[in-house]
């Protein structure tokens, strides 16, 4: 397989090269999108067949690079995919065009999605009485020291009567959310600020959340709640399992991995997040990406701990199948540097794109209250579905 980068000497938008049919993750502009199909490889053969690729690269410092999404449960069959063609568009201001082998650069810009109005029915498919004695039987494995949190989710879903237009829920996404984590990889699309994990050299770098709040809009109400999330103490517990697990994951690849002594406030269109920002630096040999992916995944923010515990508590109450819902999502390339999200606020789209599947969740604690649990799914939610539904 060869594969030729070429420099880009205008600015393309990456959600129109992405279109409904492609596929994209970027965030702030910055990112990937990819349009037709390579290969589809397993995820344990991505770094050898990155690495074969013969690579004629014009762009200087561009390489090969594949997408995907890890599945939430640990093991699950997994292939990520090699765009025939990947338009890059760097941190620094750098464009570029990768093709595979004889693949044409489809660079055209396509005609913008119109507006127009949708019927739509939003249904739940997790019934609410199941989900609240789900989150209570979480509660209660906690108060009886069987584990320290487990997250508990459920699920609705969005259907109409003609195609839901991908393209268009990519634009909305990235007027609400353009400083998340947006992307689309085969009907599976969403927007997350949460950074699992990037390497770029031997800089490695996370930023894990837990603990929410809605965001209303009123900028005093909104305050209010940030400080009433920086004080609860559930929160802060919720909180600082998830970084001590993060941290003890990836301090064997560092010779120093610093982060910061208090979460902030991290705070997107419809939530309010308590995030920590990690960075360090990777001892030689560095690990690829992928192996710290799969070490960090899924993390206490969306499985529990302690892990296997939690997961148990999982397939046991909250009874359905997550798939790639609470995976990780995200690229790597040939030299193994890549960025990763947690896969959270998204929607699976039926192959006919007439519905979508959504799932939210929340930690579960020694002091969580269900219906206060519920309200949180409900604010999570408000995400894909301000994208999707359009009457």
Request: net charge negative; proline share 7%; aromatic share 6%.
């Amino acid at each position: 397989m060869r594969a030729l980068s070429r420099p880009l000497d205008r600015d393309v938008d990456l959600n129109d090269i992405a279109r409904g049919d492609g596929y994209l993750f970027v965030r702030d502009g910055v990112g990937i999108a990819g349009r037709g199909v390579a290969a589809r490889v397993s995820i344990d053969d991505v770094p050898e067949f990155l690495a074969a690729i013969e690579h004629d690269d014009q762009a200087d410092g561009a390489r090969p690079v594949a997408l995907g999404v890890v599945p939430f449960k640990p093991g699950s069959p997994c292939e990520l995919i090699v765009p025939a063609m990947a338009v890059v568009k760097a941190a620094d201001g750098r464009r570029w065009v990768t093709t595979i082998d004889d693949a044409a650069p489809d660079l055209d810009t396509p005609a913008r999605p119109q507006p127009r109005a949708q019927s739509f029915t939003t249904e739940p498919l997790t019934r609410i009485d199941h989900y609240l004695a789900a989150v209570s039987a979480a509660r209660d494995a906690v108060r009886d020291g069987r584990l320290s949190k487990a997250v508990i989710a459920r699920e609705i879903r969005v259907s109409s009567d003609e195609p839901i237009d991908i393209h268009a829920v990519l634009l909305r996404l990235r007027a609400s959310f353009g400083s998340s984590f947006r992307y689309s990889i085969d009907g599976f699309v969403g927007a997350m600020p949460e950074l699992l994990v990037s390497v770029k050299g031997n800089t490695v770098r996370a930023q894990p959340f837990a603990g929410t709040t809605p965001r209303t809009g009123d900028p005093d109400t909104d305050q209010r709640s940030a400080a009433e999330l920086l004080a609860s103490a559930k929160n802060q517990t919720e909180h600082r399992i998830v970084i001590d697990t993060i941290h003890d994951t990836l301090l064997p690849w560092c010779s120093y991995l610093d982060w910061e002594p208090e979460p902030s406030i991290v705070a997107v269109a419809n939530v309010q997040h308590l995030g920590t920002r990690m960075e360090g630096h990777l001892s030689d040999p560095r690990p690829n990406v992928l192996e710290l992916v799969r070490a960090l995944a899924p993390t206490p923010a969306v499985g529990g701990f302690p892990r296997d515990a939690a997961l148990a508590l999982i397939d046991e109450v909250e009874g359905f199948e997550r798939g790639r819902y609470a995976g990780s999502v995200g690229w790597v390339d040939s030299a193994g540097d890549g960025t990763w999200a947690v896969a959270l606020r998204c929607a699976e789209f039926s192959a006919d794109r007439r519905c979508a599947r959504l799932v939210a969740g929340g930690g579960i604690v020694a002091d969580s209250e269900p219906l206060a649990e519920l309200a949180e799914t409900q604010a999570k939610f408000q995400a894909m579905l301000s994208a999707i539904v359009r009457p």
